[in-house]
């Protein structure tokens, strides 16, 4: 097959609909069944037919050879029967000779008709199928009982052969072939249709599929429903799994949408916190400005120190807020410092003495376990930031003089920190919304230092470092802030089930340690 060739059957393969394909490749499997069985069928049938035809030969040759009679004489054999009776033995179309050893016709039915030389047995001669007996000198056997039964030709005085033409024979073999190329040509169509209707009909919800999935790529809009099937086949089953991945991707769609809009929520609050301060430390620069050119003297050196004091404020809180972005933006990117082994409760000892004078008056105290039986991998820096929040978080929105604890204890593999006030608590419906970016609320908890960023921070924190963080309600009314960190892995064999430092009913009434 030349090279032409192969291609042009291979677009029209490309091309073809898959329904047309599985009509034609049923179709050709049909054809080949059916060809398959026609010649089987038609070699059997035309053997059956031929020797069918030979018996019918050899039957009447025989019945020919039991009636004619055939006497010696010294010219030669003579035929005893009248003429007559071989035109009636010779009806149908059927030729008869009678002829003496040495060829002599002694009768036939047809002049100038040559059936062949005397042989024993059914053969071809022409166009004529022929069948040849011998014949015995039954002068002296009336009855014929002599020579009936005897096979052996060389006592034969003359021959009878009967011959029929294979038109005949042909005819009826053409029809049967005919009637079987029929019947595979018809199976074959038979069978296209019935694939094209049956893939068609399989088709039909693929192609439903694909006029929904058209109009979804037109639409983008993948919230389209898809026709579903309640077969239980592949289709059904295609279906269902794209409808399952539609409803997946409009998902996936609603949380970027959500992400995005976050993001741009974040930016624009963000903006917003940097412009207070920025703002702040222009105008007490020019107030600055102003007094140190004012003009007759240096100026007021007291109000120079307060506006300098102002603006070294503003910038400090900058930093902090730029800080704290920088902190959030590392943990959405999923960057994250080489984990170190760090001791909760020295981390949080710490971060209570950094928040010793912002207390106001609050009595902030610690509950620990001993040294040793809290460490955690992470980023000391981070998990520092992570309790001074949650103990500035509780300074701020708690009124003076409220009690502040904050424990550290290991239990199970993992080492958990917990905050507890005795201020107004959280209400359950905004338990979840205090830990999202810049959100305040002078009624309720925010988060530290106006920011809004505070508690998203704690969480930020947690996230990264594997663990989690709740609040909920403290024994004897307050809010309770719960982070639970995993335990650095030497501590994970030998963890507790409950440490040393586990919780007691009350962590504001009775503190261990105070700041």
Known sequence: ????????????????????????????????????????????????????????????????????????????????????????????????????????VLGETRRELYLGPPFEGVRDVGDYRVATRPLFDRSFDPAGV????????????AFVQYAKPRRNLESTTDRLELFLALGVLGGTGLAFLAGFAVARRAMRPIADLTSAAREVAR????????????????????ARTLDDMLRQLDAARGETQSALDRQRDFVADASHELRTPLTSILANLELLEEELT?????????????????????????????????????????????????????????AVAEAAPLASGHNVSLDLPEVGHTQVDGSSDDLHRLVLNLIENAMIHTPPGTPVVVSVRAR??????????RGPGVSPERRERIFERFTRDAGDRTSVSGSGLGLAIVRAVADVHGGTVEVGDAPGGGALFTVRLPAAPMLRSSAPGVSDGQAHDDPAISPRRTA
């Open 1 to 104: 097959m030349s090279g032409r060739a192969r291609g042009v059957i291979e677009r029209a393969r490309v091309r073809l609909p898959i329904r047309l394909k599985l009509a034609i490749v049923s179709a050709a499997l049909t054809f080949v069944i059916l060809l398959l069985f026609a010649v089987v069928v038609g070699a059997f049938t035309e053997r059956k037919l031929m020797s069918s035809f030979d018996d019918d030969l050899r039957a009447t040759a025989a019945d020919l050879q039991s009636r004619f009679r055939v006497a010696a004489r010294g010219a030669g054999p003579e035929l005893l029967v009248d003429g007559g009776v071989i035109d009636a033995a010779a009806s149908g179309g059927a030729a008869i000779r009678v002829v003496a050893r040495d060829g002599l």
């Open 146 to 157: 002599l020579g009936l039964d005897t096979s052996p030709i060389d006592g034969a005085v």
């Open 219 to 238: 639409t983008r809009d993948p919230a389209k429903a898809l026709p579903r099937s309640e077969a239980r086949d592949e289709v059904g089953q295609l």
């Open 294 to 350: 004012r003009a007759g003297g240096p100026g007021d050196p007291e109000a120079a120190s307060e506006i300098a004091g102002s603006a070294l404020r503003s910038s400090r809180r900058m930093r902090r807020l730029v800080g704290d972005l920088l902190l959030l933006a590392r943990a959405d990117a999923g960057r994250q410092v080489p984990p170190r082994p760090v001791d909760l409760a020295q981390v949080a000892a710490e």
């Open 412 to 421: 199970d593999a993992t080492v958990i920190v917990e905050v507890a006030d």
